[in-house]
Nanobody
Framework: QVQLVESGGGLVQAGGSLRLSCAAS????????MGWFRQIPGTEREFVSA????????YYADSVKGRFTISRDSAKNTIYLQMNSLKPEDTAVYYC????????????????WGQGTQVTVSS
């Protein structure tokens, strides 16, 4: 198992930036695919971004392409989500997720979740 701890959420004005971090308790390089999801109360959790266990490929939801960037520091077992040009509709609880490396769709199948961090974008 792997434990995940997110940080970096907060309140920001529209057009601003935030960087989320997710620290994993175990080695992620070549072991875990990592992802970011978000959820607005009363709605289903939605995929935001993912990075493969090798770090070679990244994936994004259409709604965040060009604005968000996922990255990782393997030495620290940490992934990041750089969020730029934030919009009020980005307001949500953001969750970090991990799954044992596999080649199936990177939009689902995650087994481990962090506690979430709130991101609020004011207009």
């Amino acid at each position: 198992q792997v434990q995940l701890v997110e940080s970096g959420g907060g309140l920001v004005q529209a057009g601003g930036s935030l960087r989320l971090s997710c620290a994993a308790s175990r080695r992620i390089d070549r072991t875990y695919d990592m992802g970011w999801f978000r959820q607005i109360p009363g709605t289903e959790r939605e995929f935001v971004s993912a990075i493969t266990s090798t770090g070679y490929r990244t994936y994004y939801a259409d709604s965040v392409k060009g604005r968000f960037t996922i990255s990782r520091d393997s030495a620290k077992n940490t992934i990041y989500l750089q969020m730029n040009s934030l919009k009020p509709e980005d307001t949500a609880v953001y969750y970090c997720a991990a799954r044992t490396a596999r080649t199936s769709s990177y939009y689902a199948g995650y087994d481990y979740w962090g506690q979430g961090t709130q991101v609020t974008v004011s207009s």
